[in-house]
C-alpha cells in the first residue's frame, strides 16, 4: 500500500496527473488489506456506509482511468488501488447480503414463532371453551365460569356463587370479590345481572368486607 502514498500525503510530491485522483485515494487511504478485514465485524448498517464508500471510490477512478488511460502504464499503483477497492466492494457486498439474508431468516423464524404461538393459543382457547360449556350444561347453567379452586374466580369472572340453597326461589347465594373469602364457590360469573339471570341472590344480611381465611 506503500505504492499510493505519494497520492495522498502531503510530504510527497504529488504528480499533476494524480490530482484528479486525491478525492479517490483520500477514500482508499482508508481501506488498506488490512484495515479491509475490519468489515467482517461491521453491523449491518456500517456494511452500507462501508460499500457506500468503496463504490464511491472506485467510481472517481474508474470515471478519470477512461479519459486517461496512459496512467495505468504510467502509474501501476493506481491499478492495485482500483483492485484492492474492488475487492472491498465484494467483501463489503457479501457480508451485507448475508447480513440481510440472516435478518430475513430471524424475521420468518420469529413470524413462524408468532404463528405457532397463536395456534397454540386458539387450540387453548377452543379447549377451554369447550370445558366450559360441558360445566354449563351439567349444572344447568347458561353463563359463568367453574372456579380456580375452591375459593376461587377468574379475575373475569369475580362474583362468586354459593350453592345447595335451601329455598325454592333461589339456588345459592353470591359474593363481591371482596367479600367473604371463606366461602367455597359453587360457580363464578362476570356480572351481578348474570348471578341474577340463574336464580342466585344476594345474602340478606351484609357479609363481611374480605378476610384471609
Same mark, same amino acid.
Given at each position: 500500500?506503500? $505504492?499510493?502514498?505519494?497520492?495522498?500525503?502531503?510530504? @510527497?510530491?504529488?504528480?499533476?496527473?494524480?490530482?484528479?485522483?486525491?478525492? $479517490?485515494?483520500?477514500?482508499?487511504?482508508?481501506?488498506?488489506?488490512?484495515?479491509?478485514?475490519?468489515?467482517?465485524?461491521? %453491523?449491518? =448498517?456500517?456494511?452500507?456506509?462501508?460499500? /457506500?464508500?468503496?463504490?464511491?471510490?472506485?467510481?472517481?477512478?474508474?470515471? @478519470?482511468?477512461?479519459?486517461?488511460?496512459?496512467?495505468?502504464? /504510467?502509474?501501476?499503483?493506481?491499478? %492495485?488501488?482500483?483492485?484492492?477497492?474492488?475487492?472491498?466492494?465484494?467483501? *463489503?457486498?457479501?457480508?451485507?447480503?448475508?447480513?440481510?439474508?440472516?435478518?430475513?431468516?430471524?424475521?420468518?423464524?420469529?413470524?413462524?414463532?408468532?404463528?405457532?404461538?397463536?395456534?397454540? %393459543?386458539?387450540?387453548?382457547?377452543?379447549?377451554?371453551?369447550?370445558?366450559?360449556?360441558?360445566?354449563?350444561?351439567?349444572?344447568?347453567?347458561?353463563?359463568?365460569?367453574?372456579?380456580?379452586?375452591?375459593?376461587?374466580?377468574? $379475575?373475569?369472572?369475580?362474583? &362468586?356463587?354459593?350453592?345447595?340453597? #335451601?329455598?325454592? #326461589?333461589?339456588?345459592?347465594? @353470591?359474593?363481591?370479590?371482596? +367479600?367473604?373469602?371463606?366461602?367455597?364457590?359453587?360457580?363464578?360469573?362476570?356480572? +351481578?345481572?348474570? $348471578? /341474577? *339471570?340463574?336464580?342466585? &341472590?344476594?345474602?340478606? !344480611? =351484609?357479609?363481611? !368486607?374480605?378476610?384471609?381465611?
Amino acid at each position: 500500500m506503500s $505504492a499510493v502514498a505519494p497520492a495522498i500525503s502531503s510530504v @510527497y510530491s504529488v504528480p499533476s496527473e494524480w490530482i484528479s485522483l486525491k478525492p $479517490a485515494m483520500i477514500l482508499f487511504n482508508r481501506f488498506t488489506h488490512e484495515n479491509r478485514q475490519n468489515i467482517y465485524f461491521l %453491523e449491518n =448498517t456500517d456494511l452500507e456506509k462501508e460499500l /457506500k464508500t468503496y463504490n464511491e471510490a472506485a467510481e472517481i477512478i474508474s470515471k @478519470y482511468l477512461s479519459n486517461s488511460p496512459d496512467l495505468l502504464r /504510467k502509474y501501476p499503483e493506481i491499478s %492495485e488501488a482500483f483492485r484492492e477497492i474492488n475487492s472491498g466492494i465484494i467483501t *463489503a457486498k457479501r457480508l451485507h447480503e448475508r447480513e440481510i439474508n440472516q435478518r430475513k431468516e430471524r424475521e420468518e423464524e420469529q413470524r413462524q414463532q408468532r404463528l405457532r404461538e397463536e395456534e397454540r %393459543e386458539r387450540q387453548e382457547a377452543a379447549i377451554k371453551k369447550e370445558y366450559v360449556q360441558q360445566e354449563r350444561i351439567k349444572r344447568g347453567l347458561r353463563y359463568g365460569e367453574p372456579p380456580i379452586n375452591s375459593y376461587s374466580c377468574p $379475575a373475569q369472572f369475580p362474583i &362468586r356463587a354459593t350453592a345447595n340453597l #335451601d329455598e325454592s #326461589d333461589s339456588r345459592g347465594i @353470591y359474593y363481591y370479590s371482596n +367479600e367473604r373469602a371463606g366461602v367455597e364457590v359453587f360457580w363464578c360469573f362476570s356480572s +351481578e345481572e348474570e $348471578a /341474577k *339471570a340463574e336464580n342466585f &341472590r344476594r345474602p340478606h !344480611k =351484609t357479609p363481611p !368486607k374480605y378476610q384471609p381465611r
